[in-house]
């Protein structure tokens, strides 16, 4: 007979005690399941971060019902990751719980200290970042290195939000732009480049130059305070949208999307992008 997974708060259990046993049970060696015994931090990583978009996405939709799902999908990926590290008594989940504690007690004077200075949330973001970088030249020290400005802006994220923060943290030490114009000559100067190499037909050096427009376009978006991701994924999603009008106008057509021309798809488009404001 199969043991059963612990009971929840009906049965007296409580709720976080209860997902950590469940965890324990899915890693166990023996009796645990298959997949998740044979995982490790690497392969995991990929799901961890495709959760905390879906939490985005569930905000973005404002459904309260997928976000409490999302949001216990994201705690999940936290235990699994605190698991894998217990097995290996580097720390567990109640280190990771104490330590986010400390660090936000920390970081936050104004709330549980004296918070002097602090009466504005203008002055907790200079408070929060001084803390940060200090934070960031003690692991520098740690590691025998020298710190740098760019310290810390994780390799994992998402490359349009990464380019920001980088862009963000070269600003801070007065590595920028003066004003908006060279912004845009910059975008201009980079586009003419990539047209350059599309005619040269070198694949390399094409794809070096799209990066660079790419950067330079984050660049234009942070000058005028857009978040490139938010700005990427709004698009997406006008573009999904348009589209399935357009299949569904070819559909009461009486016809595949994959029987319509270019051109017709195009009229469709046009009409559903006027429509969509």
């Given at each position: 007979m199969k043991d059963r997974e612990p009971e929840g708060r009906q049965g007296g259990v409580d709720p976080m005690e209860r997902l950590l046993r469940v965890m324990a049970r899915l890693r166990d060696p023996e009796r645990g399941c298959p997949w998740d015994v044979e995982q490790d931090f690497e392969s995991i990583a990929p799901y961890t971060i495709e959760e905390a978009y879906e939490v985005a996405d569930a905000i973005e939709r404002r459904s309260m019902e997928d976000l409490k799902g999302e949001l216990g999908d994201l705690l999940f990926q936290v235990v699994f990751h605190a698991r894998m590290a217990e097995e290996l008594d580097a720390f567990d989940f109640e280190d990771v719980a104490d330590h986010i504690s400390e660090k936000m007690i920390e970081r936050h004077p104004h709330v549980f200290g004296d918070g002097a200075g602090i009466d504005s949330a203008g002055a907790q973001a200079r408070n929060w970042e001084a803390q940060k970088a200090a934070e960031r030249g003690r692991r520098a020290a740690r590691e025998g290195r020298r710190p740098s400005a760019l310290d810390g802006v994780a390799m994992g994220l998402?490359?349009?939000?990464?380019?920001?923060?980088?862009?963000?943290?070269?600003?801070?030490?007065?590595?920028?732009?003066?004003?908006?114009?060279?912004?845009?000559?910059?975008?201009?100067?980079?586009w003419a480049e990539v047209r350059a190499e599309i005619e040269s037909g070198?694949?390399?050096?094409?794809?070096a130059e799209i990066g660079d427009l790419l950067f330079a376009v984050v660049n234009l978006a942070?000058?005028?305070?857009?978040?490139?991701?938010?700005?990427?994924?709004?698009?997406?999603?006008?573009?999904?949208?348009?589209?399935?009008?357009?299949?569904?106008?070819?559909?009461?057509?009486?016809?595949?999307?994959?029987?319509?021309t270019l051109?017709?798809?195009?009229?469709?488009?046009?009409?559903?992008k006027k429509k969509q404001g």
């Open positions: 998402p490359a349009l939000m990464r380019a920001e923060k980088i862009q963000k943290r070269a600003a801070r030490v007065g590595f920028d732009f003066p004003d908006i114009a060279p912004v845009m000559g910059k975008v201009d100067e980079e070198d694949r390399d050096r094409q794809e942070r000058y005028l305070r857009i978040d490139p991701e938010t700005a990427l994924r709004n698009t997406n999603s006008r573009f999904v949208s348009r589209f399935h009008r357009v299949e569904a106008a070819v559909a009461a057509e009486g016809r595949s999307i994959e029987e319509a051109e017709e798809m195009d009229a469709h488009w046009n009409a559903a």
